[in-house]
């Protein structure tokens, strides 16, 4: 097939170009991703009906289109299996999906009802089950007038009368679409649904894969059980329970982790709280380092009023339980140029104006 350039224009790092009687098959359509294949040495990104997307330049003129055929028959496929999955869902829960969505490594569709995995479980083997009948698939070219001869799954969604195409599996689905499929369910090989989730609206939302999709997502996951066993020691059989062994053990390290720590910031805090002064009553504890999740312990070491001021690179906190800690911070920022905030209880700030000597004069001015 031959594809006439008439127009092109760049698009970040790839092409725009808008061709005379453009007949690829457009992404979207019908749910379903569009051709791909090759415009002279340039690889067709993606197609729309007002332009098609290329990964390199081409100068406007008239070039052979080669289509990927391997592209084309996964795209059937997966097509297919959605024509399976769609009709299987209606004759078993006699409901219709909402939307249909096929990318590059799965697909997805809607069900209008909230499913537990046992019951998607049976819809899976339904359709496994149609798919290895070998059922032909076969198109019907029919009118307006004529379509009501047809029960079809779903109705003429598109306004057009003539050269209305009905795609129908044997005796399973009938129903109107413009994609593409296979010619037989057993060109399928399998189907598999790998996920599902809730989404709004009480619906399901179904992911799934069919063809040589699924036997690649097959041979993924046992590559990863390989590895899970080679890790873990164990057979396949032994990982679940090795999985929860090791997640007890991580629970165990961290709480023994916390623990420890703990203890070092106690001591680290018995030893500078050693080191305290008074003023007026009150215990003025100097720490001239950061120390983190200090909280704790400190009803443990100090029994009458305090005020702690822990300082590290003109980085300076200051709390108690007794004394107003926003105070000192009013008359601090009133004098020095100050970034910070904090409570009555506890206050932060960071100047490079300012020293313990400095802040600790302060303090004293107005207790």
Same mark, same amino acid.
């Given at each position: 097939?031959?594809?006439?350039?008439?127009?092109?224009?760049?698009?970040?790092?790839?092409?725009?170009?808008?061709?005379?009687?453009?007949?690829?098959?457009?992404?979207?359509?019908?749910?379903?991703?569009?051709?791909?294949?090759? *415009?002279?040495?340039?690889?067709?990104?993606?197609?729309?009906?007002?332009?098609?997307?290329? &990964?390199?330049?081409?100068?406007?003129?008239?070039?052979?289109?080669?289509?990927?055929?391997?592209?084309?028959?996964?795209?059937? %496929?997966?097509?297919?299996?959605?024509?399976?999955?769609?009709?299987?869902?209606?004759?078993?829960?006699?409901?219709?999906?909402?939307?249909?969505?096929?990318?590059?490594?799965?697909?997805?569709?809607?069900?209008?009802?909230?499913?537990?995995?046992? +019951?998607? &479980?049976?819809?899976?083997?339904?359709?496994?089950?149609?798919?290895?009948?070998?059922?032909?698939?076969?198109?019907?070219?029919?009118?307006?007038?004529?379509?009501?001869?047809?029960?079809?799954?779903?109705?003429?969604?598109?306004? %057009?009368?003539?050269?209305?195409?009905? %795609?129908?599996?044997?005796?399973?689905?009938?129903?109107?679409?413009?994609?593409?499929?296979?010619?037989?369910?057993?060109?399928?090989? *399998?189907?598999?649904?790998?996920?599902? +989730?809730?989404?709004?609206?009480?619906?399901?939302?179904?992911?799934?894969?069919?063809? &040589?999709?699924?036997?690649?997502?097959? @041979?993924?996951?046992?590559?990863?059980?390989?590895?899970?066993?080679?890790?873990?020691?164990?057979?396949?059989?032994?990982?679940?329970?090795?999985? %929860?062994?090791?997640? @007890?053990?991580?629970?165990?390290?961290?709480?023994?982790?916390?623990?420890?720590?703990?203890?070092?910031?106690?001591?680290?805090?018995?030893?500078?709280?050693?080191?305290?002064?008074?003023?007026?009553?009150?215990?003025?504890?100097?720490?001239?380092?950061?120390?983190?999740?200090?909280?704790?312990?400190?009803?443990?070491?100090?029994?009458?009023?305090?005020?702690?001021?822990?300082?590290?690179?003109? @980085?300076?906190?200051?709390?108690?339980? @007794?004394?107003?800690?926003?105070?000192?911070?009013?008359?601090?920022?009133?004098?020095?140029?100050?970034?910070?905030?904090?409570?009555?209880?506890?206050?932060?700030?960071?100047?490079? +104006?300012?020293?313990?000597?400095?802040?600790?004069?302060?303090?004293?001015?107005? *207790?």
């Amino acid at each position: 097939m031959k594809i006439n350039i008439i127009n092109i224009n760049q698009d970040n790092n790839f092409y725009k170009i808008k061709v005379k009687n453009n007949h690829l098959y457009p992404d979207g359509k019908g749910g379903q991703l569009g051709d791909r294949g090759k *415009i002279a040495d340039a690889n067709i990104v993606s197609v729309t009906k007002n332009y098609i997307l290329i &990964d390199k330049f081409l100068n406007p003129g008239e070039y052979e289109f080669i289509e990927d055929i391997n592209w084309k028959k996964d795209i059937s %496929i997966q097509h297919s299996a959605e024509h399976l999955f769609a009709a299987t869902v209606l004759k078993e829960l006699n409901l219709y999906i909402d939307s249909v969505t096929m990318n590059e490594d799965y697909s997805y569709l809607d069900i209008p009802k909230t499913l537990k995995q046992d +019951e998607l &479980d049976i819809l899976e083997n339904k359709v496994n089950k149609i798919i290895s009948k070998n059922l032909e698939i076969t198109e019907i070219f029919t009118n307006i007038n004529d379509l009501k001869n047809y029960n079809t799954r779903t109705k003429l969604k598109v306004a %057009i009368t003539d050269n209305i195409r009905l %795609i129908k599996i044997g005796d399973y689905d009938i129903v109107p679409c413009g994609g593409y499929h296979v010619n037989n369910t057993s060109e399928i090989k *399998i189907f598999k649904i790998i996920n599902f +989730e809730k989404v709004k609206g009480g619906k399901t939302r179904v992911y799934f894969l069919a063809g &040589d999709r699924a036997f690649k997502y097959f @041979n993924n996951l046992i590559n990863i059980i390989k590895f899970a066993n080679n890790q873990l020691s164990s057979q396949s059989f032994e990982i679940n329970e090795k999985i %929860i062994d090791l997640k @007890n053990n991580i629970k165990s390290l961290k709480n023994e982790n916390n623990n420890l720590k703990n203890e070092i910031i106690e001591l680290k805090l018995s030893h500078e709280l050693s080191k305290k002064i008074f003023f007026n009553d009150y215990q003025l504890i100097i720490i001239n380092k950061a120390i983190n999740n200090i909280n704790p312990f400190l009803k443990k070491y100090i029994l009458n009023n305090y005020i702690l001021i822990s300082s590290e690179n003109n @980085n300076f906190t200051i709390f108690s339980d @007794n004394f107003n800690c926003k105070s000192l911070f009013d008359v601090i920022k009133s004098k020095y140029n100050i970034k910070g905030g904090g409570n009555n209880n506890r206050i932060n700030f960071s100047s490079s +104006e300012l020293n313990i000597e400095l802040v600790l004069n302060i303090l004293k001015e107005i *207790i």
